[in-house]
C-alpha cells in the first residue's frame, strides 16, 4: 500500500507547443529542457506533495496539443479530477483556439464526468509569462471567468514562476472538495492506485478508444 | 575528427601523442576501407541472390556499420526494383517527381503577374487566389516548423538549419500532396532518421571519392554508386523513402474512428462492457497486439498489464507511430528499423517487436506497481541488446524457423524471457509449497523448463491480421500483410498437437503436471481448445475473479468414486461439449456473454479436475 492519502489526476490539453510538457517537467523534474521533443499521444507523470500534513499524488496526463480530444481515450477524461488548458502569451493563435478547446471538454468530458457525479476542476493557465505578450491578461482572465473555469494562473515554466503554486493551488481545492463531499470524513474512494476505481465498471479497457 | 585532432596538438603533449594516434589509427582505417568501399557495394548488391542475403543481414543486425544502408533501405521500401540494371532509371524518375511536387507549390504571390486584383490581392479569400494559398501554407510551414526545430534535441546533425529546413520542405511537400492526412506531430520523427541515413551514405561516398576508393570500381558501377548517392538529391530522395514509409503508416496517424462491436471481435471473453465501441485503426491494432500476441506469450504480463488498466493505446500510440523511436538510441533504431523495413512493406514485424519490448522487461513491470509500470512504459528503459529484441520479435512470430534467443539480464532487474510459454509445467515441488507470485517463481519454473520450452511445440503465433480478415477490418497495409505470408498462422496451429491433448493422452501418471488455465483460455472462435493454446499458470495469479472461483470449487472437494473408463468417458463428453458451447457462443452476440464464457471456463475447470491435469491446490 502506497503512503498517500489522496490520488489525483491531472490532464493538460492546449494546443501544441504552448509548453506543456515544460509545465510538467518544471514541476515534476525541477527542469526546464532547453529543447523539448513534441508529446505524441500523451505521456504520463506522477508527482507527491504535502497539503495540510496530507500526502497528496498526483497523476498528471500530458496531451499531445495536436491530438485533441476525439483521440484521446476516453478513459483519461472521464476520470480526470481536473482539466488544465493551457495557451501560450506570446500566441494570440494558441488563445484563439481556446473556445475550441472549451467545447471539445463540454462535449467529451462534460457528460463524462457528469455520469460520475462529480464535476472537473477546470483550470486556465497562459504559460511562458517571461515572453513579450499578445494575449493581455485583463482578457484571459475576463475569458476565464466567462467560460467558468475555477481559477487561472499566468505561469513560466523557463522561469519556474507560478508553477508549483499552480499544482498546488489545485491540489489544495481537490483536497478540500473531497472532504467536503465526505462530510469532513476523509475516504480512500478517490485515492484508489487505479484511477478508475472510482467510477462506473464499464468505464475500462473495453470502452478504451483512440 | 580532423580539425579535433589538430586542435589537441596544440593542447599538450599528452593530447598530441593522442592525436597522432588518432592519426594513425585514420591511416590504417583509410587502407582498410579502400579496399572495402567497392567491394561492400558489389557484396552487396551484385551477387545472385543479394535480396535474400540483404535480408537477412537486416534482421542480424549486420547493417550497423553498411556504407549503403539507404540503399538497402530503398530496395525494403519498394523504392528501388529488385533489378539492379533499372535502379539509376528509376531513382531518376523519382527525383523528377519530386522536382514537380516542388514546383507546385513553389507560390510566391510577390512573382504573381496575375491582374486580376480580386484574385490577386494579400486580403483575398478566394479559394484560388495565391494569396491566400500563401498564408494557408505559411500556416502549415509554422505547424511543421516547430516540430522540426525540436526533432532529436540531441543529436547536432538535427539542429543544422539546412537539415532543419529540407525536413520542413519535405513535410510540407508530403502535406500538401496528402491533404487528407496532411501533416501529423510524429512524422518529422520517422523522417528524421530516413534523411541521417540518406545524408550519412552520402557524406561515406564523398569520403571515398576524395581518398580516391571509387577508382577499382569499373565505369558502370562507379556511375550508379555516383548517382544513387549523388548529394544534390538528398531532400529528394529521402522524400521518396519518407513517402513509402508513411504509405504503410499513415493509418496509425488517422484520427478516424472506426465503430465496431466489441465482443465481435471478442478481445475478451471477460470484458466488463459489451457496449458497441469506437476506435481508431491504431487503437484496435495495439488492443490485438495485447489480445492475440502477449496475452498468447505471456498471459502473466498480460493481465498484470490488464488488471492496473495499463491500456496499450497509453504508451504503445508513441512505440508505433514512431517505429518505436523515442525508446531507442539512434544507432540501435536504425538497426530496429532496418529489421522492419526488410520484413515487408507491411511492417508486421513491429507487431512482435512491440510483444518483445514487454517480455524483455516483463521482471520490472511485474514487480511494478501502476505508477511504476506506466513509468518504465512511458521511459522505456534502455536495453543493452537491441539484436536480443529482435531476436524474440522473430521467436515470437515463428518459433520454428527462428530459435528462441538466449537471455540475458539489463542493470540490477534480471531479465529472463519466459519461454514464451503455452504451457508450463509445473514441477511438483512448486505444488508442494506454492510460492508467492512475483518473478521469482516463474523464473525457477521457466529455469526448470526451459529446455521443453525450447522445443517448438507450441503453435505458431496467430497473426493478429488473420482476426482482422475474418471480422472485416482489415486496412491496406493489414491486408498487404496477409497476402504476404499467407501460409503462417493456422497451418502451423493444425500441424501441431497440443500439448495439453497430449499429455491427456498419456494420463495423468506423469510427475509434472500440465496447466490449462480457463480464465487464461482465450475462448473466442479464432483459437479454440484446438489451438493448443494453454497459458502459463503462476501461483498468484492475479484475477479476483479467480480466486472466488477457488472458493467455489472448494465445495466440490470429494473423492470420485468413477472408473477410468467412466472418467475418460466424461473428460471427453465434456470436452465435445464445451467445444461446441464456446464456438456457438463466439458466433453469437449474446447480451451476457461474460456469463455464459465465465461458466465455461467453469465447466473447463471441472473436466480438469476430472481428467487430473488440475488439482484443487493448484488453483490457488
Known amino acids: 500500500?502506497?503512503?498517500?492519502?489522496?490520488?489525483?489526476?491531472?490532464v493538460l490539453i492546449g494546443n501544441a507547443g504552448v509548453g506543456k510538457t515544460c509545465l510538467v517537467r518544471r514541476f515534476a523534474q525541477g527542469v526546464f529542457p532547453n529543447v523539448q521533443g513534441a508529446t505524441i499521444g500523451v505521456d504520463f507523470m506522477i508527482k507527491s506533495l504535502m497539503v495540510n500534513d496530507v500526502k497528496v499524488k498526483l497523476q498528471i496526463w500530458d496531451t499531445a496539443g495536436q491530438e485533441r480530444f476525439r483521440s484521446i481515450t476516453q478513459s483519461y477524461y472521464r476520470s480526470a479530477h481536473c482539466l488544465i488548458l493551457v495557451y501560450d502569451v506570446f500566441s494570440q493563435c494558441s488563445f484563439d483556439s481556446l473556445p475550441q478547446w472549451c467545447r471539445d471538454i463540454d462535449q467529451y468530458a462534460g457528460a463524462a464526468i457528469a455520469g460520475n457525479g462529480r464535476n472537473v476542476l477546470k483550470v486556465l493557465v497562459g504559460n511562458k509569462c517571461d515572453k513579450d505578450r499578445e494575449v493581455p491578461?485583463?482578457?484571459?482572465?475576463?475569458?476565464?471567468?466567462?467560460?467558468?473555469?475555477?481559477?487561472?494562473?499566468?505561469?513560466s515554466a523557463l522561469e519556474a514562476e507560478n508553477v508549483e503554486k499552480l499544482f498546488r493551488e489545485i491540489a489544495e481545492i481537490l483536497v478540500s472538495r473531497n472532504q467536503e463531499s465526505n462530510g469532513g470524513t476523509m475516504s480512500r474512494s478517490i485515492t484508489s492506485n487505479s484511477f478508475n476505481q472510482s467510477s462506473k465498471p464499464s468505464n475500462c479497457f473495453n470502452c478504451f478508444s483512440n | 575528427m580532423l580539425t579535433m585532432s589538430s586542435k589537441s596538438l596544440d593542447d599538450s603533449f599528452d593530447?598530441?601523442?593522442?592525436?597522432?594516434e588518432i592519426v594513425l589509427e585514420r591511416k590504417q582505417s583509410r587502407k582498410e576501407s579502400s579496399s572495402y568501399y567497392v567491394d561492400e557495394y558489389i557484396k552487396t548488391f551484385k551477387q545472385d541472390n543479394f535480396l535474400t542475403k540483404l535480408k537477412r543481414r537486416a534482421i542480424k543486425g549486420e547493417l550497423r556499420s553498411c556504407r549503403f544502408r539507404s540503399i538497402a533501405w530503398r530496395i525494403y521500401l519498394d523504392c528501388l526494383p529488385d533489378r539492379s540494371e533499372e535502379w539509376v532509371t528509376t531513382t531518376r524518375t523519382f527525383r523528377e517527381e519530386y522536382q514537380a511536387i516542388r514546383n507546385k507549390y513553389d507560390t510566391?504571390?510577390?512573382?504573381?503577374?496575375?491582374?486580376?486584383?480580386?484574385?490577386?490581392?494579400?486580403?483575398?479569400?478566394?479559394?484560388s487566389?495565391?494569396?491566400?494559398?500563401?498564408?494557408?501554407?505559411n500556416e502549415l510551414k509554422n505547424t511543421i516548423t516547430q516540430d522540426v526545430v525540436r526533432t532529436f534535441p540531441e543529436i547536432d546533425f538535427f539542429q543544422s538549419s539546412v537539415m532543419q529546413e529540407m525536413m520542413c520542405n519535405i513535410l510540407f511537400h508530403?502535406?500538401?500532396?496528402?491533404?487528407?492526412?496532411?501533416?501529423?506531430?510524429?512524422?518529422?520523427e520517422l523522417l528524421a532518421p530516413i534523411l541521417f541515413v540518406v545524408n550519412s551514405d552520402q557524406q561515406a561516398l564523398l569520403h571515398a571519392k576524395e581518398l580516391h576508393l571509387l577508382e577499382s570500381a569499373d565505369e558502370s558501377t562507379r556511375n550508379e554508386i555516383e548517382e544513387l548517392l549523388n548529394q544534390e538529391y538528398l531532400e529528394h530522395d529521402t522524400y521518396i523513402m519518407f513517402r513509402q514509409v508513411m504509405e504503410t503508416v499513415e493509418p496509425w496517424y488517422s484520427h478516424e474512428m472506426i465503430s465496431f462491436k466489441m465482443d465481435s471481435i471478442n478481445f475478451e471473453p471477460f470484458s466488463t462492457s459489451l457496449e458497441p465501441s469506437s476506435c481508431s485503426v491504431l487503437g484496435i491494432k495495439l488492443r490485438l497486439i495485447y489480445e492475440k500476441i502477449l496475452k498468447r506469450v505471456d498471459s502473466e504480463l498480460f493481465f498484470h498489464l490488464f488488471n492496473m488498466q495499463i491500456e496499450p493505446q497509453i504508451f504503445g500510440i508513441r512505440w508505433l507511430r514512431l517505429l518505436f523511436g523515442r525508446e531507442f538510441s539512434l544507432q540501435d533504431l536504425l538497426v530496429i528499423w532496418d529489421a522492419i523495413f526488410s520484413d515487408g512493406i507491411s511492417f508486421s514485424l513491429c507487431d512482435y517487436i512491440f510483444t518483445a519490448m514487454l517480455i524483455v522487461i516483463r521482471d520490472l513491470l511485474l514487480s511494478s506497481n501502476y505508477s511504476q509500470c506506466m513509468n518504465h512504459l512511458m521511459r522505456y528503459p534502455s536495453v543493452p541488446d537491441t539484436q536480443y529484441i529482435l531476436d524474440l520479435a522473430l521467436h515470437l512470430r515463428d518459433p520454428i524457423n527462428h530459435p528462441e534467443p538466449h537471455g540475458y539480464t539489463v542493470g540490477v532487474?534480471?531479465?529472463?524471457?519466459t519461454p514464451s510459454p503455452i504451457h508450463v509445467i509445473l514441477p511438483d515441488v512448486i505444488e508442494q509449497k506454492p510460492v508467492p507470485s512475483t518473478s521469482s517463481s516463474s523464473r525457477e519454473i521457466s529455469e526448470r523448463n526451459t529446455d521443453s520450452a525450447k522445443t517448438p511445440n507450441r503453435p505458431k503465433t496467430l497473426p493478429i491480421l488473420q482476426v482482422n480478415t475474418s471480422k472485416n477490418q482489415v486496412t491496406n497495409q493489414q491486408k498487404s500483410s496477409i497476402s504476404e505470408k499467407p501460409q503462417s498462422g493456422q497451418s502451423h496451429a493444425h500441424q501441431l498437437q497440443p500439448v495439453s491433448q497430449r499429455q491427456s493422452q498419456n494420463g495423468s501418471s506423469s510427475p509434472t503436471k500440465v496447466v490449462d488455465h480457463p480464465l487464461a483460455h482465450p475462448l473466442s472462435s479464432d483459437d479454440g481448445p484446438s489451438s493448443g493454446y494453454s497459458p502459463q499458470l503462476t501461483p498468484s495469479f492475479p484475477s479476483v475473479l479467480f480466486k472466488k472461483k477457488t472458493q467455489e470449487m472448494k465445495s466440490f472437494n470429494k473423492p470420485t468414486n468413477l472408473n477410468g473408463k467412466e472418467l475418460d468417458y466424461c473428460c471427453e463428453l465434456l470436452t465435445n461439449q464445451i467445444d461446441i458451447l464456446q464456438k456457438t457462443l463466439a458466433e453469437e452476440e449474446l447480451k451476457n456473454n461474460d456469463v455464459i464464457f465465465l461458466a465455461v471456463a467453469k465447466l473447463k475447470i471441472a473436466r480438469d479436475l476430472l481428467k487430473g491435469t488440475l488439482k484443487?491446490?493448484?488453483i490457488d
Open chain 1, 137 to 155: 491578461l485583463h482578457i484571459a482572465e475576463q475569458f476565464a471567468h466567462n467560460n467558468n473555469f475555477d481559477l487561472f494562473m499566468e505561469t
Open chain 2, 15 to 20: 593530447e598530441s601523442l593522442f592525436a597522432s
Open chain 2, 108 to 127: 510566391n504571390p510577390y512573382r504573381n503577374n496575375n491582374h486580376n486584383f480580386e484574385e490577386n490581392n494579400p486580403l483575398s479569400q478566394q479559394e
Open chain 1, 1 to 10: 500500500m502506497e503512503d498517500y492519502k489522496y490520488l489525483f489526476k491531472i
Open chain 2, 616 to 618: 484443487l491446490n493448484e
Open chain 2, 174 to 188: 508530403f502535406a500538401r500532396e496528402n491533404p487528407k492526412i496532411t501533416y501529423k506531430q510524429g512524422m518529422h
Open chain 2, 413 to 417: 532487474h534480471p531479465i529472463e524471457v
Open chain 2, 129 to 137: 487566389s495565391v494569396w491566400n494559398k500563401y498564408f494557408q501554407d
